[in-house]
């Protein structure tokens, strides 16, 4: 499919959590950083500027206080969509004009992991996002198996799972913030 094997890359928080450097396997060539705000777009992610090119944005992402909507917007990609699968799953569709008509589903890797996997229709892992939930410093790995698809389809891998790693994220900020209401009012 492409040049090689797997490839593993890693996800530092910088400037506290504002700021998310998505970096090679070496851990030190940033290819991506995610800019998160409280605000809409709630995440911008951009390719990393080289010596050669400037920081490029690729893609935004927003999230919906009161419905489970997932906005996503690749100016290199226009079209990149990214959705729910159901009211009550916590899968998400991907699809853009870079994978030809292919829908990609982002799920979770078991039903206790806060893990994901990115797999095609035929069920083949295409990516991992492997949870750090121990570390202060880093959000996880994301492990591309396939390495190196085209700069399009890294762009969609990258900002969907950006996207729904920090959907996730969130709604387990906001069911703690349900629980511990509910905990306080009986007490």
Known sequence: MYNSGPRTLHLYYRDGHDRVEVTDADKST????????????????CRAATRDKPETMVGQVSFHHFKS???VHMPLNPGAAMRKT???????????PAQDGAVWTWKRDGAMTSNLKLV???GTVLATFDNASWSLKKQGTITVHEWMPPAALLDVMI????GRVEYQRRSQKAHNGALATSAGSRG
């Open 86 to 96: 159901g009211w009550t799953s916590s899968a998400c569709e991907v699809t853009s």
């Open 69 to 71: 909507d997932i906005d």
């Open 30 to 45: 940033v290819l991506y950083v995610c800019y998160r705000t409280s605000s809409k777009p709630h995440q911008t992610i």
């Open 159 to 162: 900002v969907t799972g950006m």
């Open 120 to 122: 095609d229709a035929r």
